[in-house]
């Protein structure tokens, strides 16, 4: 070969490759894109189930792994765990041992905008909002009939239903921690620039709305599968958003919680056979549990929601297979304040008091100290009967966490009628007598109509609904929460309990969100 | 690019030698052979110049230069890495002088060409700032991965372990301070033209035994010729948008100057030991009975009676062994070097090892009247690492050292175990039991073509394909009666990840060289394409039914899960560099790159990357010459650079399936997810513009050289993690360009001879090198109306999600982020209920920064940061006789550390959080810290010291063979600082965690040329 030739093929080579080389297009090989997702028609479930798994799950790999948010301890960012922590950890029911950055300060009271459980709360909120949003956009029926999926535009329909009752449900939660925040639907798109603040009264209504205007579109009261909203599921939330409404928007609704409360009331929900089948592993079975968010040891698994209530709520001297799981976490523990709402404790005829007092005092000396605040062992990943198994996995219950269930709604229905809004005392006397039986045992607990007062039904709301995420919004609907008439342990940072200020009625809004939003104002105080 | 400049040099001594020839009656002629005056190895390339004649040596180190005019003459010969040998000889016409010239090898690196990518360049050419480190001046002794070759030797180049002493662990290295916070702050690394990703790619890829080791490892420092650093934006902007954070090029050995020699044969080899250099401070046997006693009484009775030194016990005196074989030859006009070599290096922690076979060949030939210059170059390795499991070295410092190592009851294998779950583990049991392998085949290699084009003088092209792959295998076994497993649920797991790698690369670019009179130019222009494909296949089985097949196999797991990756990255790029020399003084050059990524959105798809720089050499002014000045250059430059190593598929939005762990239920069924990401759809580099004002000098016939640089490098949308106004966006955060940073610095940079004995006298040569970076976040977020700050650096121990630093503007990057602790009159951190409400907490022991009347987060404040003021380096190299003697220092100032070690043990509430007592770190005895206080500013330590890092002593048998030497090395003999905790350097996060113990080592080698 002559050179002439070997340059003129080293020159056509190369320039062919130089040329077969300009491709720099590359795409998601291992995850779906938002064009080819949909072309399979079980996208629509999964997306769905994600909506609901929202409230459950951190990530797509359970029980952690490839995590929602990022920069934020994926198993504290359970959507169930930090609201429970913020409804809970600031009042008399429950103290928590560990020194997580910015957990101390919940017990307290003295919570700073930068904490990151109310940080995260936030974006939990706005995270449901935001796929939501996204979920009604990618199923519109001009979307559906672009795809060819015409044919499934009833079943859809009705998840988009469910969309809009799991948004309205966490705006419920962000006015209630929150106060005024953004109102976010799908109408606003994704990309820089951050949404307007809203007001309370604004969120208030168009949750109202939300939930009306899709009544209709959800299956009947106790219909729906097990884990999904129905219109049981949603009178319950709209009975909850109109019982605060005088906290939210100044004007009371007790007559529309009232109507609510009754739909409830008169569905299929029963009063299961003993207290504590609510909290236990196979508590799917509770006829009493109107919306569940279902927790499973094989296909279920987050370090939130009853995996956290299992663990942390035992230390001490307690042995964690006396509950059905591998081990203990020395967290929760009661308040003696709340102790006291039962007689005779911890030997209380009220089963309601689940009590482990062994090796424990009652005083809180020291919230880092586990042993100070009797322990509590209310959720187990223990089955019910006299039988009791242990759940499918020892680290991960299959314990179900019950957010709404029948007891609510009858303590809401004595406490509408002792507000007027209407009902009887007696028949309100009545269904907290029900509770109370069961509770007893027979019927030496329970109560005449006079002894039927507010301040009984926020002590019976305390004795039956302890540490299911009610407290702190019913302490501030009683003017409670924040204030010195009522004190208890470490509230203000001491232990005889201190008076604090109103504004912590409201959590700030997070600092990082300020950052964030520059449209968003701080909540007054903070 | 070498290739290139040696035919010119060719060219010109054959021109050199022809005209020589025409005057043969009054010359004469000088040969001989050029030699390393301490291992006689022979030396090529060696300029040898007499009478204005030069000529260059061969591969046995001989030249021949005819033609010398009858007379004495001064002999001067120049050599990278060695110090210019002068010798007087005296010329007989028509007869022959012959000389050997020893050359002595220079601490300080003088030298005459320099690779600048794309090219090569002499050094008094240079506009921007290139620093080469040859193999002369390298550390030596233990050395796994290739970086620590040139810790100390650079100005302004860091060179920090990822994880302490981890034999082949991760470095990390930064020139002129990092000019990313979420992206990668390393600098390019090219291997012989071919880039390679390094703190990305594979080393990065998550699985449980946490991340892989160095992805260079398997590269044989034996086979590195040099090292060049391109520090300034001039330098490097020729790589665009991988250039922000400098640029490494590495050059490995080749034949070069072997053509038509007999095969050579030489042997490097060394043998080393290595210890633990430092300790955590925390209590022995004794004061952790007595704390207990007197803290925590009721926990006395756990208490067993042995007296056990945890640290110790997973500790060991490390072995090790390193052996190269080199042969080079040629025939005709071909050359090659074939190197062979094999390391073996235990870690100072048990199980942990790194053991590497590796193969390097390299193969040039010219054609055609060296027309066609071809080269070859392939290297290969097989890494096997042994990990220690990750949870031992934290339970080694909180196991309680009164319980035993063993238990013969024990359902844990027969290692102690406290009966509580939350109770630490035992670190032997887990080390024991574990298993965590990985072995990695890389091979890297290029083939490139030079072809000079017949009818253009001076004007070639090239064209380079490159490859790069890699496969490998994790794999990880932990038993069912592993205390561990048992606790997090996973009761017996093996899992094994097979991560494989190819990448490609093609250059073609032309050359234009060209001196016309007073007027020289240069030009570069060309495009390359680069691109890869990561496939990340991994299971997991957990819940395994017997412990008995290890990781070899699964007997039914009652959990398993597999996951399945695979990523693409594509570059394409057009760039084109020119060079002009007005009279060999004033010098300018100018260069743009463009870059099309498929990192970047569809909105921003190319991005161009301009430099220029200009020098005035004014030493060759009239108005200088006689002076002291044998040197003095002036340059200035400016030039854009990018950052585009961040994640791939940004700009996408992705809907990711869930796990089989991850599912919902619907009823009696359950439903796995999927879920869209958040994402900016017009996502792009990150761009850093940099300036830089520098003078070289040289004093007294360059017996004092060196450069005085400053430089400002301002970086713009740099790419974080933001967290996004709640509801818009698909996350709590999203990854966009927002924000910007600054860097400013000076380095100084000093060569001295400080003798210069001829002959078997005595020399000294010296290097000082001061590096200062100043480092300043400006902006996070320009819609920001209040105070801005986003937390930052990583989680720490103690305490579950809790950072410590803080990215804020007006405050170096990564900021320690802590309450003010106040301090009594002795200086001491207070510790007592201030305010008498019963209790100690936030409101006794810091100061209520914001007056709001509350200590709480909100009165953190940013307080010092994790990257030194200043760095500097020494080296001095003796010489005596046959005796050979160096020493490296390294100093950092104003460097922090945050002592977590001390954070997390450091207070006695540690003997009762768990159920059963820890360990505590000495630190608590002196402040009494009953409840942690992580957030505190006692535990950011200035970290300042001084270390030697090297010190080596070595002899030549100059007739032995064709030269042996035996050399000794310790490296760490002595760190000299304040920091309390194990490590100064800790990490790069400036978070010292249980950091894998940093080494003492010796080593005995011998180099042998046969």
Redesign the interface.
């Known amino acids: 070969m002559r ?1 002439q030739q ?2 003129t093929l ?2 056509a ?2 320039l062919l ?2 040329v077969t ?14 064009v ?2 949909f072309e399979d028609e079980g ?1 629509y ?3 769905l ?2 909506l ?2 929202g409230l ?2 951190t ?5 952690h ?2 995590g ?6 994926e ?2 960012s359970q959507y169930m765990r930090q609201l429970w922590q913020l409804q809970e950890l600031p009042t008399d029911e429950a103290v928590i ?9 919940l017990s307290t009271q ?7 459980f109310v940080q995260m709360m ?2 939990r ?3 449901q ?3 939501v ?2 979920f009604l956009r990618e199923t519109t029926d001009e979307k559906l009939a672009e795809r060819g999926h015409t044919d499934l535009a009833d079943e859809i329909h009705r998840y988009r239903a469910e969309a809009r009752f799991l948004r309205a449900l966490s705006y419920w939660h962000g006015i209630d921690l929150f106060g005024d ?2 109102l ?1 639907t799908e109408d ?1 798109p ?6 307007e603040q809203s007001t309370r009264e604004v969120i208030f209504d168009y949750i109202v709305d939300e939930l009306i205007a899709i009544r209709d579109e959800l299956p009947a009261v106790g219909a729906a ?4 909203a129905d219109q049981g599921v949603l009178a319950m939330l709209l009975a909850k958003v109109y019982m605060n409404a005088g906290v939210y928007v100044g004007t009371e609704r007790y007559a529309d919680a009232f109507n609510e409360v009754q739909l409830v009331i008169g569905g299929p929900y029963q009063l299961a056979g003993t207290y504590q089948e609510n909290f236990l592993a196979d508590n799917h079975n509770s006829p009493e549990i109107i919306f569940a968010l ?1 927790q ?1 040891g ?4 987050t370090w939130g929601g009853t995996t956290f209530l299992v663990h942390a709520g035992c ?2 001297s307690m042995d ?1 297979n006396d509950y059905g799981h ?5 967290g929760l523990r009661v308040l003696p304040e709340w102790v006291a709402l039962f007689p005779g404790a911890p030997a209380s005829p009220d089963a309601r008091a689940i009590l482990y007092t062994d090796g424990q005092n009652l005083q809180i000396g ?1 919230i ?2 586990f042993t100070d605040g009797w322990a509590a062992p209310k959720y187990t990943n223990l089955t019910s009967g006299p039988l009791p198994l242990p759940g499918s ?4 219950p299959d314990t179900d966490f019950p957010m709404f269930r029948l007891a609510d709604a009858y303590l809401m229905y004595a406490e509408i009628a002792l507000r007027g809004g209407g009902g009887s005392t007696a028949q309100g006397t009545a269904y907290v007598n029900l509770l109370r039986e069961r509770a007893y045992g027979d019927q030496t607990g329970n109560i005449t109509e006079p002894e039927l007062t507010l301040a009984f039904v926020l002590d019976e709301r305390a004795r039956e609904l302890w540490w299911e995420g009610h407290r702190r919004t019913d302490l501030v609907r009683y003017g409670l929460f924040t204030g010195g008439t009522y004190v208890w342990s470490w509230k203000g ?3 005889a309990g201190a008076a604090t200020e109103p504004f912590r009625d409201l959590y700030p809004i997070p ?9 968003l104002t701080q909540n007054p105080g903070y | 690019m070498m290739l290139s400049v040696r035919i010119c040099l060719a060219a010109l001594v054959a021109s050199v030698v022809c005209a020589g020839q025409l005057a043969a009656q009054t010359t004469g002629t000088v040969t001989g052979r050029t030699v390393d005056a301490n291992t006689q190895e022979p030396l090529q390339y060696v300029s040898v110049t007499v009478a204005d004649l030069t000529a260059e040596s061969d591969f046995d180190g001989r030249f021949v230069i005819t033609g010398v005019p009858a007379g004495t003459h001064t002999l001067r010969a120049t050599f990278l890495g060695y110090r210019p040998a002068e010798y007087t000889v005296t010329v007989i016409a028509g007869a022959t002088a012959n000389i050997v010239l020893e050359m002595e090898p220079a601490a300080v690196m003088l030298e005459a060409i320099v690779a600048t990518g794309y090219g090569v360049q002499e050094k008094r050419d240079l506009t921007g700032v290139v620093e080469a480190v040859p193999a002369e001046a390298f550390n030596t002794g233990r050395i796994v991965s290739a970086e620590e070759l040139i810790r100390g030797k650079v100005a302004g180049v860091q060179v920090t372990e990822a994880n302490g002493g981890e034999p082949g662990g991760g470095i990390s290295i930064r020139i002129r301070g990092g000019t990313s916070v979420t992206s990668s702050n390393e600098p390019l690394y090219v291997i012989d033209g071919v880039p390679i990703p390094v703190g990305g790619g594979l080393t990065s890829l998550p699985f449980p035994g946490g991340e892989g080791r160095n992805a260079m490892n398997f590269l044989n420092p034996d086979d590195i010729e040099s090292f060049t650093i391109l520090k300034d934006a001039s330098a490097s902007a020729i790589y665009g948008s991988q250039g922000a954070n400098g640029v490494v090029l590495i050059e490995t050995r080749s034949g070069r100057g072997a053509e038509g020699q007999a095969a050579r044969l030489s042997y490097r080899g060394n043998f080393s030991g290595s210890t633990v250099a430092g300790r955590p401070d925390i209590l022995n046997a004794t004061q952790f009975r007595q704390a207990v006693t007197d803290q925590a009484p009721q926990q006395l009775v756990f208490l067993g009676d042995e007296s056990t030194d945890w640290l110790k016990a997973v500790e060991q005196s490390a072995f090790g062994q390193e052996h190269t074989l080199a042969v080079t030859g040629g025939a005709g006009s071909m050359n090659y070097r074939l190197s062979l070599g094999y390391l073996n290096q235990e870690g100072v922690l048990q199980a942990s090892k790194n053991e590497r076979i590796s193969l390097n060949f390299a193969y040039n030939h010219s054609l ?1 009247n060296d ?2 210059n071809l080269h070859a170059n392939v290297m290969g390795a097989r890494n096997e690492d042994q990990y220690t499991p990750g949870g031992v070295i934290g339970s080694a410092t909180n196991m309680a050292p009164t319980q035993p190592i063993e238990d013969p009851d024990s359902p844990y294998g027969g290692y102690y175990e406290w009966d ?3 109770a630490t583990n035992n670190p032997v049991g887990e080390l024991n039991l574990v298993s965590d392998k990985g072995t990695t085949y890389r091979s890297l290699g290029n083939v490139t ?1 030079e ?1 000079f ?2 009818g253009v003088d001076g004007l070639s ?1 090239t ?1 380079r ?1 490159g490859y790069l792959v890699t496969n490998s295998e994790r794999q990880f076994f932990a038993p069912s009666i592993n205390k561990t497993e ?4 996973s ?1 017996g797991t093996v899992s094994r990840a097979t991560p494989s790698e190819f990448g490609w690369q ?1 250059e ?1 670019f032309l050359r234009y060289e060209r001196d016309w009179g007073q007027h020289g130019l240069n030009f570069t222009g060309g ?1 390359a ?1 680069y ?1 890869s494909r990561t496939d990340f296949p991994r299971f997991f089985a957990e819940e395994l039914n017997s412990d008995l097949l290890g990781p070899d196999g699964i007997p039914a797991a009652e ?1 398993e ?1 597999t996951f ?9 790029s057009w760039f084109g560099r020119a060079n002009y020399a007005f009279r060999d003084k004033y010098l300018l050059t100018a260069t743009v790159r463009t870059d ?3 990192r970047f959105g569809e909105a921003n ?1 190319w991005a161009t990357f301009p430099s220029a720089a200009v020098a005035w050499r004014i030493s060759e002014e009239p108005f200088l010459r006689g002076g002291p000045f044998s040197d003095l250059k002036l340059r200035v430059s400016w030039g854009k650079n990018g950052n585009q190593a961040f994640d ?2 940004q700009q ?17 069924l ?8 958040a ?2 759809s017009a996502i792009k580099w990150e761009e850093t513009s940099s300036w830089n004002f520098g003078v070289d000098y040289g004093f007294w016939d360059n017996r004092l050289t060196g450069s005085v640089e400053y430089y400002t490098k301002t970086t713009d949308d740099l790419i974080f ?13 999203v990854t ?1 360009n927002i924000g910007s940073m600054k860097n400013w610095g000076v380095e100084l940079t000093l060569n001295a001879i400080l003798a210069q004995g001829s002959g078997d006298g005595f020399s000294w040569d010296a290097n000082f090198n001061f590096a200062y970076n100043k480092n300043e976040l400006t902006e996070i ?1 320009p ?9 930052a650096g990583p ?1 720490i121990s ?6 410590v630093q803080v990215l804020q503007p007006g405050e170096p990057v990564n900021s320690f982020f802590v309450y003010e602790h106040i301090l009594d009159a002795s200086g001491k951190p207070i510790y007592e209920d201030v305010d008498g ?3 100690i ?1 936030e ?1 006794d022991l810091y100061v209520d920064r914001n007056e709001d009347g ?1 200590v ?5 404040r940013p307080f010092k940061k994790p990257t030194p003021d200043w760095i500097m380096g020494h080296t001095s190299l003796m010489r005596w006789r046959n005796f050979d003697f160096s020493l490296t220092l390294l100093a950092y100032l104003g460097n922090y550390v945050y002592n977590n070690v001390a954070s997390s043990t450091g207070f006695y ?1 540690q003997l ?4 059963r007592p820890s360990n505590l770190h000495a630190s608590v005895l002196e402040t009494g810290f009953v ?2 206080q ?2 505190s500013d006692v535990y950011v330590e200035d970290a300042s010291f001084l270390r030697l890092e090297n010190l080596e002593l070595g002899y030549t048998f100059r007739r032995a063979l064709n030269g042996l030497r035996l050399y000794g090395v310790i490296q760490n003999l002595f760190t000299l600082t304040g920091y309390s905790g194990v490590d100064p350097t800790a990490t790069t996060t400036g978070i010292d965690n249980n950091i894998y113990p940093r080494t003492r080592t010796f080593t005995a080698g011998l180099n042998v040329w046969f």
């Open positions: 050179i070997i340059s080293c020159v080579s190369a490759l130089a080389a300009c491709d720099i297009t590359t795409e998601p090989k291992s995850s779906a894109s938002d080819t997702v996208s479930l999964a997306f189930a994600k609901y798994g459950v799950l990530g797509q790999q359970g029980p792994g490839d929602d948010f990022e920069r934020l301890d198993g504290f041992a560990w020194n997580d950055a910015g957990l101390p300060e003295l919570w700073a905008s930068s904490n990151q936030y974006s909120v706005f995270y909002a935001s796929l949003n996204e925040i953004p976010v606003f994704i990309g820089p620039v951050p949404p599968l097990y884990g999904r279902p499973d094989q296909h279920t698994r230390g001490g964690n591998g081990g203990c976490w020395w020291s880092t100290n996995h020892a680290e991960f940072n001491v232990q600092a990082s969100e300020l950052l964030a939003n520059p449209n | 055609f027309r066609l509580d779950p939350l073509a072809y084009l017949p092209g064209a394909v048992e606790e997090d649920g009761f093609f073609g495009y394409y691109s959990t899960r399945l990756t695979i990523d693409e990255n594509k570059l394409a099309g990524s498929s798809r791939n598929y996408y939005k992705t809907y990711v399936f869930g796990d089989p762990l991850a599912q919902v239920q619907f009823g009696p359950y439903i796995g997810t999927v879920r869209p990401s994402v900016d993690d933001v967290i996004v106004a709640g509801g818009s966006n698909l996350s709590n955060v966009t977020n819609y920001a109306t209040g105070s801005e700050q986003i937390l989680f103690g305490g579950v999600g809790s950072t409400d019963g209790s907490n409101q509350i709480n987060f909100d009165d953190r509430d009762t959080d768990a159920a409840t942690p992580y957030f």
